[in-house]
């Protein structure tokens, strides 16, 4: 493996043999055709007016019928993906995927996607799943990228793959759930690069949120627990990842020092209240001196320490609004897929960056400098970062970057809205739909997005088949190293 006490602080370093700018060519999105609307449940399941809407942050939830698992989610996601890109099949070296979805104890997702590869004749992809909470997907681009920067690195392109479908026992979670599939190709030269050397993270053993039950797709959560242990992640990883910047003369860090900052969405609220936990950690981080100068109205915030203040509403309160503006104008942005589909899991921080990614024109992102803080249960944390690209012309990768998310807003806005009764039957029938053989699902393939995998039936032997909704016609897009 290349390495040198430089060689970290560049995105390309031709002495070690390292290819240059390695991150996200191109990325995709795949959500249900179908959600219910957060305010009609919450009159539905007879809570206070704003439980879910303000409480919470959400507005949508997307969700699925018996008609599609993770299997499904991946192979439409992966199949948009490469069609969308002009990316050939024969292109793509490794394939890893990020799910904490298990429908097969031994059968990996990746291994049903192959599927996808027959006709090209192309077996020789590296790579199965990775599993740990919503964390896969971010273990999955991380894997990706350090493939295409290894001695193992044959010259083709890698995908990234998360996909879930987030659902709970009927009760106070059910409204935090969801459903989608995010699917990156990652490669040189991409308009995303991935900064080198200052990726910081954090696992300890811990069960704030666990499937043990095999049998059920619903988790084991205790939820006070799980926030606690996001935020003390998010310190812990915050803090590394300065330390890192330091240690590179890339410092010092604090919130200015990013044009956008995402993070993991399990709920909006919580996202808002992480910002603000950031803010808070940037605060303490200023001499007292200079606390007093240049925050007054924070003074009686000045001894707070990280550990004891997890539930502190007063420092809560404080650095919500101290940070609002922030939030308004860097974290809020990447909210949009969180709010109108829900938590995805693997796929939630990077429902996250493609919103972010279609927040605005692609001339006011090109150069922008972007954190991103992953998070999942049991647990795994990293906080990393990202540089998008200056180059935003016509011919440039940032503009094929930006070709195949163009069609994200239309699909939000042509979903079909369905009545919580109807949302509740059709949670009931995946209920009876887990591990039954053989099965014949019972929902309606009518209306699902043009290029969706649907599971056609299961046989006795467990063995799952698929079909795709006809796409209406091809997209003539690239991914610039077609």
């Known amino acids: 493996m290349p390495n040198s006490a430089n060689s970290n602080m560049s995105n390309g370093d031709s002495r070690h043999g390292w290819p240059s700018d390695v991150g996200i060519l191109a990325m995709d999105i795949y959500f249900p055709h179908q959600y219910?609307?957060?305010?009609?449940?919450?009159?539905?399941?007879?809570?206070?007016?704003?439980?879910?809407?303000v409480g919470l942050g959400q507005t949508k939830m997307g969700f699925c019928s018996d008609r599609e698992d993770v299997n499904s989610l991946c192979l439409t996601v992966v199949n948009r993906l490469l069609e969308k890109s002009g990316t050939d099949y024969t292109q793509i070296g490794r394939m890893e995927v990020g799910t904490e979805t298990i429908i097969d104890k031994s059968k990996s997702v990746k291994s049903v996607l192959m599927k996808l590869f027959m006709d090209s004749g192309n077996t020789d992809l590296e790579g199965v799943d990775s599993t740990n909470a919503c964390y896969g997907g971010t273990a999955a681009l991380f894997n990706s990228?350090?493939?295409?920067?290894?001695?193992?690195?044959?010259?083709?392109l890698a995908l990234a793959v998360c996909a879930d479908i987030a659902v709970y026992a009927a009760g106070a979670a059910r409204p935090s759930g969801g459903a989608g599939a995010v699917a990156m190709l990652i490669g040189p030269h991409a308009p995303l690069v991935l900064d080198r050397g200052v990726r910081a993270t954090h696992m300890q053993h811990v069960y704030d949120f666990y499937k043990p039950d095999m049998s059920s797709e619903y988790p084991v959560v205790d939820a006070k627990l799980s926030i606690q242990c996001y935020l003390s992640a998010l310190d812990k990883c915050y803090a590394k990842y300065k330390i890192k910047t330091d240690s590179k003369g890339m410092g010092p860090v604090n919130l200015e020092s990013f044009d956008g900052v995402l993070f993991h969405t399990p709920y909006c609220k919580l996202v808002q209240k992480s910002l603000a936990r950031l803010?808070?950690?940037d605060y303490l981080d200023v001499p007292q001196e200079t606390k007093a100068l240049k925050y007054p109205e924070l003074e009686k915030m000045k001894d707070t320490k990280l550990e004891e203040s997890y539930f502190d509403r007063d420092v809560e309160k404080a650095f919500m609004a101290q940070s609002l503006g922030t939030f308004e104008s860097k974290t809020k942005p990447g909210l949009k897929?969180?709010?109108?589909?829900?938590?995805?899991?693997?796929?939630?921080?990077y429902g996250g960056l493609v919103s972010y990614m279609?927040?605005?024109?692609?001339?006011?992102?090109?150069?922008?400098?972007?954190?991103?803080?992953?998070?999942?249960?049991?647990?795994?944390?990293?906080?990393?970062?990202?540089?998008?690209?200056?180059?935003?012309?016509?011919?440039?990768?940032?503009?094929?970057?930006?070709q195949v998310l163009a069609?994200?807003?239309?699909?939000?806005?042509?979903?079909?809205?369905?009545?919580?009764?109807?949302?509740?039957?059709?949670?009931?029938?995946?209920?009876?739909?887990?591990?039954?053989?053989?099965?014949l699902p019972a929902g309606s393939v009518?209306?699902?997005?043009?290029?969706?995998?649907?599971?056609?039936?299961?046989d006795d032997m467990h063995r799952r088949t698929y079909d795709m909704v006809p796409l209406v016609a091809p997209a003539p897009y690239t991914n610039g190293h077609a």
């Open 36 to 53: 219910v609307d957060q305010a009609e449940l919450e009159e539905h399941d007879g809570v206070s007016a704003g439980k879910y809407t």
């Open 145 to 156: 990228v350090n493939w295409v920067e290894s001695s193992a690195w044959d010259g083709r």
């Open 279 to 281: 803010a808070l950690n």
């Open 337 to 349: 897929i969180a709010t109108n589909v829900g938590n995805m899991y693997t796929p939630s921080l």
């Open 358 to 402: 279609i927040s605005k024109p692609i001339e006011r992102l090109a150069g922008q400098h972007i954190a991103l803080f992953s998070y999942g249960s049991g647990m795994a944390s990293s906080f990393f970062s990202l540089r998008i690209s200056n180059k935003c012309d016509e011919s440039s990768t940032l503009y094929k970057f930006s």
């Open 407 to 439: 069609d994200v807003q239309e699909r939000l806005d042509s979903r079909e809205k369905v009545v919580p009764q109807d949302f509740v039957k059709t949670l009931n029938l995946r209920e009876k739909a887990i591990d039954s053989a053989p099965f």
């Open 446 to 458: 009518e209306g699902m997005f043009p290029g969706t995998w649907y599971l056609t039936g299961t």
